[in-house]
């Protein structure tokens, strides 16, 4: 498979850059959900943190992943 990327394009570059941080962002939050503390502490502030990935999530993939 060939990909090419036409790097003078802010567009492509843009959304190519979104779908990298998108999928990662989703991994991290999946990452926290497997692991599922059951530390008081940790799981309030697994909470906040999931709370604030799905905000950036949807933010630079443009989706509610209804996670």
């Not at 990452?31 to 503390?37: A, E, K, P």
């Not at 530390?39 to 993939?61: M, Q, R, S």
């Amino acid at each position: 498979m060939k990909i090419t990327l036409d790097l003078t394009d802010s567009t492509q570059l843009a959304e190519i850059l979104d779908a990298i941080v998108g999928a990662h962002l989703k991994s991290s939050r999946k990452q926290i959900i497997d692991w599922h503390s059951t530390h008081p502490d940790d799981v309030e502030y697994d909470t906040k943190v999931i709370g604030a990935l799905d905000t950036v999530i949807e933010y630079f993939t443009g989706e509610d992943d209804d996670m």
